[in-house]
């Protein structure tokens, strides 16, 4: 596994395998770890907006931090989508409203106890059906592993 983290200007290659790992950061466990971890073995690249250090001083950090974002968003192969129960995370359910509207692969997981789960599963079962939503980071990291094994991504 390649991984870059914000601010990492580095790239992927277009033939690289990579996703970008959407969801909570504000006021959330650091669940991209845990999903790093889990994918630890897999040959692809995560690029991780959660940064270490995020310079809350600096007026000009949250445009530098949005613009890496969309970025990435874009060079991604597939993006991962994870609503821990902590926060409604509204920049999240715009980037899935936004990507669901794309052929873009998406892999989705929802904490059994986030607040909008059935707003989650209804709007992407209406844009997306194709999309099995799973329950746990755990399981969302196998089917990024299965898909991958399935030179799916």
Known sequence: MKYIESPDNSRTMPHEYSIFMAGGITGCPDWQREMTTLLKDVN??????????????????????IEWEHSR?????????????????????????????????????????????????????????????????EDLSKIIMRSRDENIL
Not at 44 to 65: E, M, V
Not at 100 to 114: E, R
């Open 44 to 65: 692809i690249t995560l690029f991780n907006p959660r940064r270490k250090d995020f310079p809350i001083h600096d007026p000009s950090a949250s445009g530098a931090q």
């Open 73 to 137: 968003l874009r060079m991604a192969m597939a993006i991962l989508f994870w609503f821990p129960c902590e926060t409604l995370n509204p920049i999240v359910l715009y980037e899935l409203g936004a990507w669901s509207m794309t052929q873009k692969p998406l892999f989705v997981g929802v904490h059994p106890d986030y607040k909008r789960r059935q707003d989650v599963e209804i709007q992407t079962k209406l844009a997306r059906p194709e999309i099995r939503i799973v329950y746990s980071l």
